[in-house]
């Protein structure tokens, strides 16, 4: 299918191959998207480039979120190489390791600034770099997590994040619905990544993920890359501010099925 055909996508958050911007990647390719790569910084590049080069992506920019500048250069090469953005997508999360576990309150004032800022922040500093390259009818899709709305045990100041980035979410897709341009969050189910590494007791939820959800599959990052399609793509010309989940419908659930059973 061609859905994107046509349509230029920047895509930050690619760390390695199993990253859930990879998976978007390969089906923003798979329909016609023409695409530009941004990973984390330097450390990166080794991997990076070469799945760059197997979707043929020769845009492929090293950016720092927590850096104003660093974003701003981004924007305006993206715009200098493909003078117009139809799709930005934002696949980024970070918080200090040590306050993925415990409780809570454990969290430190620079922490919950950091969590802030990479997780959160950084959405909105991208929308309003790019916001002079965007066509009309532009689609600027994030990822989220469950944990924004529930306790999900050790998430903690990421499930604090996430909360304020589908807030953010809301904000930007009213203050760019009158230019035609929309603003989404997909909310994946656990996915085995880099980040998702760093949560405490994350392997034991995985791993049990599946025997939970109603449609009784882990979700991939194939599936959020479809997700992501339809989000970014004419398809959803109407559809703003929402955020969409893609977890087997592990949401829907008030008790999980082993304490409902009799
Ligand atoms: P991932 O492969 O580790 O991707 C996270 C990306 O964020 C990495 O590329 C990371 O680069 C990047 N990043 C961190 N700090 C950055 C900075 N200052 N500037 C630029 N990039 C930075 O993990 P992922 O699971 O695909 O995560 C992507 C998004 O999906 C995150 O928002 C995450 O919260 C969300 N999500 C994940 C799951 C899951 O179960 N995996 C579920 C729901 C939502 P470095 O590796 O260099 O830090």
Not at 77 to 83: E, I, Q, R, S
Not at 142 to 169: C, D, F, I, Q, R
Not at 229 to 255: E, M, R
Request: with cysteine; net charge negative.
């Amino acid at each position: 299918m061609n859905l994107l055909e046509g349509k230029t996508a920047i895509i930050f958050g690619i760390a390695n191959d199993r990253s859930i911007a990879w998976g978007i990647a390969k089906a923003f390719h798979e329909n016609g998207a023409t695409l530009g790569l941004s990973y984390a910084g330097e450390a990166l590049e080794r991997r990076v480039k070469p799945l760059a080069e197997a979707i043929g992506c020769t845009f492929v920019e090293s950016c720092d979120v927590a850096d104003d500048d660093q974003i701003r250069a981004t924007a305006e090469k993206a715009a200098a190489v493909f003078g117009k953005v139809d799709i930005l997508v934002h696949s980024i999360g970070f918080a200090n390791r040590d306050e993925l576990s415990g409780p809570y309150y454990n969290t430190s004032r620079a922490g919950f600034h950091l969590a802030m800022d990479i997780s959160v922040y950084s959405f909105t500093a991208l929308a309003k770099a790019f916001q002079p390259y965007f066509s009309p009818n532009a689609a600027l899709l994030t990822l989220t997590y469950y944990g924004s709305e529930k306790v999900a045990p050790h998430y903690n100041v990421m499930g604090v994040a996430k909360a304020a980035l589908e807030a953010s979410v809301r904000y930007l897709a009213y203050d760019f619905g009158p230019q035609g341009i929309r603003v989404n969050a997909i909310s994946a189910g656990p996915i085995r990544t880099l980040a998702a590494a760093g949560v405490s007791g994350f392997k034991t939820m995985y791993r049990r993920f599946a025997d939970l959800a109603p449609l009784r599959q882990n979700v991939t990052i194939e599936d959020v890359g479809k997700a992501a399609v339809f989000l970014c793509s004419d398809l959803a010309v109407k559809t703003t501010g929402q955020v969409l989940f893609v977890d087997s419908g592990y949401n829907i659930l008030g008790i999980p099925e082993e304490l409902g059973e009799s």
